[in-house]
């Protein structure tokens, strides 16, 4: 499936955004470990102008509102991060979608490679309701000037 990715494209969803979700304890892929992993790579970063660790900040505050929404206060409590799995780890449906739409972005480009920005497009064109989307949010992204700026 990730044959026509670019080397950067293919690191941040075969290797990065596993770690990510690894990292956050979570078993499967979503558009936030997505997110998290196109923005290791610099040209993705520098187009959306957040770096890997601010989003992870962002995405740290926002698991705290949630916790803090039903009662909990998890300041100060360390997640489990989850060691590597023998397979490969599911994609969300969210996380299905953003692949696809990334794909169709990068079937209209002269390349026709899907590149770590295709992989933004995916995530910014995604639903105002998917964890990215609040990560993006939480950045202070202008989802709808973010995306002109990277596929007219």
Do not use: N
Not at 103 to 119: G, N
């Amino acid at each position: 499936m990730f044959e026509r990715f670019t080397a950067g494209a293919r690191a941040a969803v075969v290797a990065h955004a596993p770690a990510e979700a690894r990292r956050r304890g979570d078993r499967r892929i979503g558009t936030e470990h997505l997110l998290l992993g196109v923005l290791h790579e610099a040209e993705a970063a520098q187009a959306l102008g957040a770096d890997v660790e601010s989003a992870r900040s962002a995405l740290a505050v926002l698991d705290d509102a949630a916790l803090a929404a039903v009662g909990v206060d998890a300041h100060g409590v360390e997640r489990a991060m989850i060691s590597a799995p023998s397979k490969r780890m599911p994609f969300t449906s969210g996380a299905k979608a953003a692949l696809s739409r990334a794909i169709a972005v990068a079937r209209r480009s002269p390349a026709r490679r899907v590149t770590a920005v295709h992989l933004l497009v995916g995530l910014l064109d995604g639903d105002r309701t998917d964890p990215a989307s609040d990560v993006l949010t939480e950045l202070g992204v202008d989802r709808v000037t973010a995306r002109a700026r990277l596929a007219p």
